[in-house]
């Protein structure tokens, strides 16, 4: 009996990890879908499928974050790994880090400004990008204000937008109930998430 039990509960151990780590493949399948919804989500962290290719049939997808701290520095880079505690997330790990030179942007754009002609060469944000001299950037969860999402998949594919809108609310329904968020799909590899 003992030999039974643990195969059965081995198997379903097993069936439940196979739904769970296919959901991008199966999830247009109806009986799928609302099984998904009503169980999976709730046994699983919502930021397992919002820092991860997890959404997304193509795994080489990656996730692009652009981070603002607490600090008044922008960050961006790509999401490698994340750390939770309890299921809140506690720290993000970015490799090939930038910092956003907003220092000089705001200065060179002042001189725009006041020029006494207009003119077209308006500075271009691309420019003031400085890359961080280091492989990864750790970021502390509380020091975070404000993070963006880039989902940027090699084959093109889009996540669906109605399942990251469900992973949002469901996660983080409490803390959104005052504020606005958008999700957008720029061009057809290029989902983004604005919080």
Same mark, same amino acid.
């Given at each position: 009996?003992?030999?039974?039990?643990?195969?059965?509960?081995?198997?379903?151990?097993?069936?439940?990890?196979?739904?769970?780590?296919?959901?991008?493949?199966?999830?247009?399948?109806?009986?799928?879908?609302?099984?998904?919804?009503?169980?999976?989500?709730? &046994? !699983?962290?919502?930021?397992?499928?919002?820092?991860?290719?997890?959404? %997304?049939?193509?795994? $080489?997808?990656? #996730?692009?974050?652009?981070?603002?701290?607490?600090?008044?520095?922008?960050?961006?880079?790509?999401?490698?790994?994340?750390?939770?505690?309890?299921?809140?997330?506690?720290?993000?790990?970015?490799?090939?880090?930038?910092?956003?030179?907003?220092?000089?942007?705001?200065?060179?754009?002042?001189?725009?400004?006041?020029?006494?002609?207009?003119?077209?060469?308006?500075?271009?944000?691309?420019?003031?990008?400085?890359?961080?001299?280091?492989?990864?950037? &750790? !970021?502390?969860?509380?020091?975070?204000?404000?993070?963006?999402?880039? %989902?940027?998949?090699? $084959?093109?594919? #889009?996540?669906?937008?109605?399942?990251?809108?469900?992973?949002?609310?469901?996660?983080?329904?409490?803390?959104?109930?005052?504020?606005?968020?958008?999700?957008?799909?720029?061009?057809?590899?290029?989902?983004?998430?604005?919080?």
């Amino acid at each position: 009996m003992l030999c039974w039990y643990i195969l059965l509960i081995a198997a379903e151990a097993w069936g439940a990890g196979f739904l769970a780590a296919n959901y991008a493949k199966y999830k247009h399948e109806p009986f799928y879908k609302s099984l998904a919804d009503r169980i999976l989500f709730s &046994y !699983i962290s919502p930021w397992h499928p919002l820092l991860t290719p997890y959404l %997304f049939s193509d795994q $080489a997808t990656t #996730v692009q974050a652009d981070i603002f701290c607490t600090n008044n520095v922008l960050y961006q880079g790509t999401v490698t790994q994340h750390f939770l505690n309890e299921g809140k997330l506690t720290g993000i790990v970015l490799s090939n880090p930038r910092r956003f030179d907003h220092e000089l942007y705001v200065a060179h754009r002042a001189e725009w400004d006041k020029a006494p002609e207009p003119r077209p060469d308006k500075p271009d944000k691309e420019k003031y990008w400085r890359t961080i001299p280091s492989e990864s950037l &750790y !970021i502390f969860a509380d020091k975070i204000f404000n993070m963006n999402l880039n %989902f940027k998949s090699p $084959a093109g594919q #889009v996540a669906d937008l109605d399942s990251v809108k469900k992973i949002i609310v469901a996660t983080l329904g409490e803390l959104l109930k005052n504020e606005k968020f958008t999700i957008k799909a720029e061009g057809p590899a290029h989902p983004k998430i604005k919080g």
